[in-house]
């Protein structure tokens, strides 16, 4: 699976173009955020898509246990604050959701608008 990235730039070597390419994050990199939102650090740098893939990894058990150590977190803390986790996931999931009905309801008033002119 493709690790969603920062960008970095890098030169292709031949003509001295520079383009924009997505770098794979080194795992510890990711435990790194991993144990912040474990801590409940909002990672309000990341995009919200960085953001529930650092979730849903973390819901999912990837690396759980070294990022529970980087943050520093009592054997008997890291099911408190997984449950963080799911909440923060769950509320961007319900948000998600809603937005998807609302443009259906949009859309399915200008088809109605439609068909009655």
Known sequence: MERWTDYATKGDGSSGAVSTRPRRQRSWEVDVQRARALRGDALEELTESQREWVWRSLLRGVRLSQAATLAQLAPDETPHALQQVANC????????????QKQRDTYAHLKEEETRQ
């Open 89 to 100: 996931y769950s509320t961007l999931m319900d948000r998600r959701r809603h937005e998807r």
